[in-house]
């Protein structure tokens, strides 16, 4: 009897899976690219950066160098006066009150016609937070700086007799003033030697390395420390027009600038 063979499956080639050049045997496909970007960022063929160096510290001005800047600030402006206009101690207060995050010409446009009606705590009081708003509405956050100037009045009349005290101490413990307010109140109402430190006098003392400091605390304190007594009442004032009008923030205009060979910042333009 014939002998019946079935026909048999055509078995399956077997191919041997050959792992991508540079991928160890056991890591997954996915996983791959990442290994070997790592490997190229911290291989010993990889390329070293040098750190980065701290850069020379700027050689501190001299007592002499002082001396001649405020100097030549004296020469060409005697008598500098500040921006902010005001009719006696408490408008100048409320002004500098106002001042905060504002301009100073921003300031001047909303209270020429506030202290027509309100030049004392009493009249303030009697104007209302609610019309001060709309007296002050340009200035930017206008509504808690008003709450400040009616706050800051009654305590004025409860505690001073509405009188603008004449120590720091007590002009900061008033509503929306701090060590700047105080400062410059006391400099230009009461004829105090102070030191009021604002972004433009902050900015020339680290520019110029005059009195370098990552505060404005540590600037004012250093500015004091290195400032000969006969230029502290007008010392300030100099400094802010300077940062106003010459060494300014993103264009310093070092080509007119009255000490600029005296300057220490590496990237002056003369």
């Known amino acids: 009897m014939a002998k019946i063979t079935r ?13 991508a050049k540079g991928v160890k045997k056991g890591v997954k496909a996915g996983t791959a690219g990442r290994a070997s970007k790592s490997k ?31 100097t030549r600030f004296q020469n060409a402006n005697p008598e500098p006066k500040g921006e902010l206009e ?14 905060a995050q504002a301009t100073d010409a921003g300031v001047n446009k909303a209270t020429r016609t506030l202290f027509q009606v309100a030049d004392t705590p009493q009249k303030m009081l009697a104007l209302g937070e609610e019309k001060l708003r709309d007296y002050i509405r340009t200035i930017g956050l206008y509504r808690t700086k008003a709450k400040n100037v009616i706050a800051l009045s ?10 603008v005290p004449k120590t720091r101490a007590e002009i900061e413990s008033l509503p929306g003033a701090g060590r700047k307010t105080a400062n410059v109140v006391l400099n230009m109402a009461f004829g105090e030697r102070t030191m009021a430190v604002d972004t433009h006098v902050f900015r ?3 520019r110029t390395y005059l009195a370098p400091g990552k505060t404005p605390l540590d600037v004012e304190l250093g500015l004091e420390k290195i400032i ?3 230029f502290m009442l007008h010392a300030h004032h100099w400094l802010i027009l300077h940062g106003r009008y010459t060494c300014l923030a993103r264009q310093p205009r070092c080509e007119v600038c009255l000490i600029n060979d005296l300057c220490r910042w590496p990237e002056k333009t003369v």
């Open 7 to 19: 026909p048999q499956r055509a078995k399956k080639a077997s191919v041997r899976q050959v792992p």
């Open 154 to 163: 009654h305590k004025l009349i409860r505690e001073f007799g509405g009188e």
């Open 40 to 70: 190229s960022r911290t291989g010993a063929g990889a390329k070293k950066f040098p750190k980065a160096q701290k850069p020379k510290s700027l050689k501190p001005w001299s007592a002499e160098e002082v001396l001649e800047a405020f």
């Open 204 to 206: 020339v003392a680290n």
């Open 86 to 99: 005001h009719l006696n101690p408490y408008t100048l207060l409320v002004a500098v009150v106002l001042s």
């Open 228 to 230: 000969p007594p006969e």
